[in-house]
């Protein structure tokens, strides 16, 4: 590679010679032809030497310089054409081409403290080159100096604003070092500069998943003026509003949309959850009809009409959506898990155990079912068996703490539950809240075990405590008004109770309770 260009380059020297004019250049002159023949001949121990007897003559040659680098590079002995590059460039330091090429071979050796700071004082004679900058980038890269190499892309993209890799780059590499936040500053100051969409994309995906929802929103209005009100972007919104639960939004910006034909699983879907959430049950039912119509091979359509069926209070019709999904969707646990537990809270007991069943046999590890099955044994007070599910549950998933609190509780509700069954269940309890200790039901399932055992103290820390995560739960208030009773906080039982009444007025047990206290 490096014979290639010596007769062109004996052409340009010789001419530089003849017109420079002294006796020593022109002796250095002599010396540097026979290096190059001693070169076009391969002999590269006596071109070296021809060469160096050259440079000893006229020492600020570049040009004897570079053969001396390609001479070295073309041996391998990189260690010494830099030096010859490191005299060449103290001649010119503003020599963009002999800066690069000093560049590569450092990083070739691996001395990347010297490649980084060569490079930065190319980028003072150079500031903006893109061919420095990408250089300092790849060895920052290879480095892995992360935050350096954010702000060097920083500065590409500064240098040319039209390079969208380069804000690609700058996200990806943010996000898998984990400098999400520098990223985000290093966009917001290029969103003064440039009218990009992609940085206006990439600066709502970092709020989105940063759970900046409201930032992220703002962001997608500046955006919709840019790109126009698209559909997608639409749906984009709604799904920000989602997230911070703003469903009047989300049908505000969507119904319109779904009116027009866009029936897309994801309008669908969001339309559904927000008129659920605002109790527009109407509306639910005729978007899950218009669900299940045009999706009919998939099974959400059937789901999301049977569970507005429910809302309803149609329990019927619910039934009659689940029966015709089941035989369609064979393999989908929901239908026959939602029909036993339709039965089960119907008191169709014997409808109930079979579909419970038949969600087993498509799912045996289906937490839910057994729960939902042992406990439906124990209100039909077929002890032995939800005794037996319940063990067995417990014993197979020493993580099950819903079934451990539930059996806790159901032990201390028999009324033929000895000291030995409320010991074990407060062990149940203890455990199932060391795994969840925010769980309001377990706290509460703890408060009342001691209730029954008559520690009304413990009772009362347990119960308020529940009240902390739950602070509006009816059976929580209630056990607490119970547990007033029990020491004697006459006062304070009565305020709760009358809470309870507030809200349900027609609870007749809360009111017998309220009476005993007056009487």
Do not use: C
Request: aromatic content about 12%; charged content about 25%.
């Amino acid at each position: 590679m490096v014979l290639k260009f010596r007769k062109a380059l004996l052409i340009i020297f010789s001419i530089s010679l003849f017109f420079g004019g002294t006796s020593k250049k022109s002796e250095a002159y002599e010396y540097f032809m026979k290096g190059e023949y001693e070169l076009l001949q391969n002999d590269f121990k006596m071109a070296e030497k021809y060469y160096k007897k050259a440079l000893f003559l006229s020492p600020d040659s570049p040009t004897i310089l570079n053969s001396l680098v390609d001479l070295k590079t073309y041996q391998g002995k990189y260690s010494e054409a830099i030096n010859y590059l490191e005299i060449n460039l103290k001649l010119d330091p503003k020599n963009k081409e002999i800066g690069l090429n000093l560049y590569e071979l450092y990083s070739q050796e691996g001395i990347n403290t010297k490649a980084e700071l060569l490079l930065d004082s190319l980028l003072i004679y150079f500031p903006g080159d893109m061919d420095i900058l990408f250089a300092r980038a790849n060895t920052q890269f290879s480095a892995q100096n992360w935050i350096d190499l954010l702000k060097t892309y920083q500065d590409i993209y500064k240098a040319d604003p039209h390079q969208n890799e380069i804000l690609l780059k700058i996200y990806e590499i943010g996000v898998a070092t984990g400098n999400i936040e520098l990223v985000w500053e290093i966009l917001i100051e290029l969103k003064s500069i440039s009218q990009s969409q992609l940085i206006l994309e990439l600066l709502i995906e970092i709020a989105d998943s940063s759970g900046e929802y409201s930032e992220a929103i703002s962001l997608m209005y500046e955006l919709m003026e840019t790109t126009g009100r698209t559909d997608n972007q639409l749906i984009n919104l709604s799904q920000l509003h989602l997230r911070i639960e703003k469903f009047d939004e989300v049908v505000d910006i969507l119904s319109p949309i779904y009116e027009k034909g866009n029936h897309s699983l994801d309008v669908l879907r969001m339309l559904l959850i927000a008129y659920s959430s605002l109790g527009q049950i109407e509306n639910e039912i005729n978007v899950s009809k218009t669900l299940m119509n045009e999706y009919p091979d998939i099974p959400v359509g059937y789901e999301a009409l049977s569970f507005a069926y429910l809302q309803a209070g149609s329990n019927e019709k619910a039934v009659e959506i689940l029966l015709q999904a089941l035989p369609k969707f064979p393999d989908e646990v929901t239908f026959p898990f939602s029909l036993a537990t339709i039965f089960y809270n119907s008191g169709d007991y014997l409808k109930a155990e079979n579909y419970f069943h038949r969600a087993l046999t498509i799912q045996p590890d289906l937490v839910a079912a057994k729960h939902s099955l042992a406990l439906m044994y124990e209100d039909m007070d077929d002890t032995s068996r939800s005794d037996s599910l319940f063990l067995h549950m417990i014993n197979q998933n020493e993580n099950d703490a819903g079934g451990r609190n539930d059996y806790a509780y159901i032990l201390s509700e028999r009324k033929n539950s000895s000291k030995e069954d409320f010991n074990y269940a407060l062990q149940l309890a203890e455990r199932a809240v060391a795994m969840e200790p925010e769980n309001a039901a377990f706290l509460d399932t703890i408060g009342w075990i001691y209730y029954k055992l008559e520690t009304y103290q413990k009772a009362e820390e347990f119960i308020e405590k529940s009240l902390n995560y739950n602070e509006d739960n009816p059976v929580i208030l209630e056990h607490l008004g119970d547990i007033y009773v029990k020491m004697n906080k006459t006062i304070e039982a009565i305020n709760i109770y009358e809470k309870l009444l507030e809200k349900d007025s027609d609870n007749q047990l809360i009111r017998n309770k309220l009476d005993k206290i007056n009487d």
